[in-house]
């Protein structure tokens, strides 16, 4: 088993950033892939970023490459999302999600532990 917790969400302005955390428990955090996703009101669940725990291997999606930066401390167990330039559109609640997979994946199946979210909203 592996819990996480993320932190760090909140409401910013268009333009500004933001750092989410999401702290892991349990189980080596450092064995799993990690992941980040995010669901706005009324729309579903969208994969943002994922890394590899091994070799660093990241994976963005189209709508934050450029902007976003997902990050691990293995020491730490802890994944982090910086968020850059942030937009309205970026408004959600983000999740951070394990994945025993070796490489980063988009799809959210293949992610066997999620946290309970954090909100974040941007402002116009």
């Not at 994976?59 to 802890?78: E, H, M, P, Q």
């Not at 330039?85 to 490489?103: H, I, M, Q, R, W």
């Not at 994946?105 to 909100?119: A, I, K």
């Amino acid at each position: 088993q592996v819990q996480l917790v993320e932190s760090g969400g909140g409401l910013v302005q268009a333009g500004d950033s933001l750092r989410l955390s999401c702290a892991a428990s349990g189980r080596t955090f450092s064995s799993y892939t990690g992941g980040w996703f995010r669901q706005a009101p009324g729309k579903e669940r969208e994969f943002v970023a994922a890394i590899s725990w091994i070799g660093g291997g990241t994976l963005y999606a189209d709508s934050v490459k450029g902007r976003f930066t997902i990050s691990r401390d293995n020491a730490k167990n802890t994944l982090y999302l910086q968020m850059n330039s942030l937009k309205p559109e970026d408004t959600a609640v983000y999740y951070c999600a394990a994945c025993p997979n070796t490489g980063p994946t988009t799809l959210s199946y293949e992610y066997h532990y999620w946290g309970q979210g954090t909100q974040v909203t941007v402002s116009s």
